[in-house]
């Protein structure tokens, strides 16, 4: 082996280090985030407020509608946006598209479409 291929080798080796470390850094950060535990019962006997708050111009799925309200609750500039949640079979987990007239309407009249996937 000459000084080049050993070069070659050092820097690859060290390279293969730093991708390591900044996987494993990577992954202790986001372990460290706090989360919040959503408790059913407790946003059940919310289901009618939040219907009434953030249910204004959606449409949900159904079976879904506690999930998407206390999800749409979490974004209150999403109010006044219409909003189909759409459960269908689909390749993905979930997909968001605009409607058909997306680009011809008002930004304040545009719709969404949300898909989710079983």
Do not use: H
Not at 71 to 86: C, G, N, T, W
Not at 100 to 111: A, C, H, Q, T, V
């Amino acid at each position: 082996m000459n000084f080049r291929s050993l070069k070659v080798l050092y820097i690859l080796f060290l390279s293969i280090i730093i991708v390591t470390c900044q996987i494993f850094i990577t992954i202790n950060t986001y372990a460290q985030l706090p989360t919040k535990e959503i408790k059913k019962q407790e946003w059940i006997e919310k289901n009618k407020e939040l219907k009434e708050i953030y249910g204004v111009n959606k449409q949900l799925a159904p079976g879904f509608e506690l999930a998407s309200l206390i999800a749409l609750s979490q974004f209150p500039e999403l109010i006044p946006l219409k909003i189909d949640i759409i459960y269908s079979k689909i390749k993905t987990t979930m997909q968001a598209r605009p409607t058909i007239w997306f680009l011809l309407r008002k930004k304040e009249n545009r719709g969404y479409k949300v898909i989710i996937n079983s």
